[in-house]
């Protein structure tokens, strides 16, 4: 089975601090995606890569940035924490470049709340 | 940009019962998928389904699609209280890039 792991279920961090969110699968797949999960506006997407080195905005890009300098491993970065980045965090991959947004695996998500 | 809606909101059953959801669309789609979300966790894709085709079964799950309406529902037979959480739909437009989330039906199902 396909596992995407995040590094972290719960994260506390303060206000201005950097944060990073890591995210690993095991399975060779091309593509991987950060979501932000929060209620009454569902899964919003933040930024998504389809290969090493290559990095595309999502719907909602603003106070994040991310890295993929390997194939399995995809973080997210809050340069400078603000309360209303508080949110469940999801990782998600997809194994063909060709159908990126079919059959995503998800990780268990990060609750980051920013204090 | 396009978002599916689910129907109802929130739905409770006794275990046994089927479990009916609704998904709606907006524009024109490539596919249609299901993922499910158990409290706290991640989701988990259930079926997906193209738009040329009208209807897929997987299991105790069985989608259906009408492109002329801009729907779907995903039906669940014989629940069980596992079958307990939230339920999504998701679409990929023919013109976009995104795979677009709806807000979700809540599903309890009563032992």
């Known amino acids: 089975d396909v596992k995407v792991t995040q590094s972290s279920r719960y994260l506390v961090k303060r206000t201005g601090e950097k944060v990073f969110l890591e995210c690993v699968q095991d399975m060779d797949h091309e593509n991987m995606f950060w979501y932000r999960q929060d209620p009454g506006l569902g899964l919003r997407l933040i930024y998504f890569?389809?290969?090493?080195?290559?990095?595309e905005k999502g719907d909602i890009p603003e106070g994040y940035s991310v890295s993929r300098e390997k194939k399995e491993r995809f973080s997210l970065i809050l340069e400078s924490a603000s309360t209303n980045q508080t949110s469940m965090y999801l990782c998600a991959s997809s194994l063909f470049r060709r159908a990126p947004n079919e059959k995503l695996f998800f990780g268990s998500g990060t609750q980051l709340s920013v204090l | 940009s396009q978002q599916g809606e689910e129907d109802p909101q929130a739905l409770s059953i006794q275990e046994g019962e089927n479990a009916t959801m609704n998904c709606s669309y907006k524009?024109?789609?490539?596919?249609l998928q299901w993922y499910r979300q158990n409290s706290g966790r991640g989701l988990v894709h259930l079926i997906l389904?193209?738009?040329?085709?009208r209807e897929k079964h997987s299991g105790r799950l069985r989608v259906t699609l009408d492109t002329s309406k801009k729907s779907s529902s995903l039906l669940i037979t014989a629940s069980r209280a596992a079958d307990t959480a939230s339920y999504f739909c998701a679409t990929v437009s023919t013109s976009g890039s995104r795979l677009t989330f709806g807000e979700g039906t809540q599903l309890t199902v009563n032992p």
């Open positions: 890569s389809y290969d090493v080195k290559m990095k």
């Open positions: 389904i193209r738009s040329n085709e």
């Open positions: 524009t024109s789609i490539n596919n």
